[in-house]
């Protein structure tokens, strides 16, 4: 997927600030953060949205999961509190389309985020 930017940050053609990456997985912060710990956690492997999550590719989204508690573990935030947040589709406001879960933290967020 030449044109999606996080496929080329997961090939290393686009620069970030890595925090975590395994065979399938890849943690890296959010060049624009909305909190003092802002982090995408993407797939490898190009999956566009929720949309497409089915049962022959949703081994990786149970791995993000599993790996996350560590992920905010390194980030300073396991016992503070963050959250977990993933936009699907328009009225989402989703701007890259490949899946990512972004984790938030670092101070208390309200809800409805402003
Ligand atoms: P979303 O609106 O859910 O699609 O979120 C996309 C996120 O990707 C936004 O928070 C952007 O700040 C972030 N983003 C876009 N380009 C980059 C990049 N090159 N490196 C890190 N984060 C990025
Ligand atoms: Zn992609």
Redesign the pocket.
């Known amino acids: 997927m030449d044109d999606c930017?996080f496929c080329r940050?997961v090939d290393k053609q686009?620069p970030?600030r890595i925090v975590y990456e395994d065979d399938s997985i890849l943690a890296?912060?959010?060049?624009?953060p909305?909190a003092p710990v802002?982090v995408?956690v993407i797939p490898k492997q190009h999956i566009p949205s929720i949309n497409e999550v089915t049962q022959e590719n949703s081994q990786v989204i149970a791995h993000i999961f599993a790996t996350m508690p560590k992920i905010a573990q390194q980030l300073g935030i396991k016992d503070s509190g963050y959250r977990v947040?993933?936009?699907c589709g328009k009225d989402?406001?989703?701007?890259?389309n490949h899946l990512?879960y972004?984790v938030l933290g670092g101070r208390s967020l309200t809800w409805p985020p402003g």
């Not at 989402?92 to 890259?96: I, L, P, S």
């Open positions: 930017i940050i686009i970030s890296f912060h959010d060049i624009d909305k802002h995408l947040v993933v936009n989402a406001g989703q701007a890259v990512h972004h």
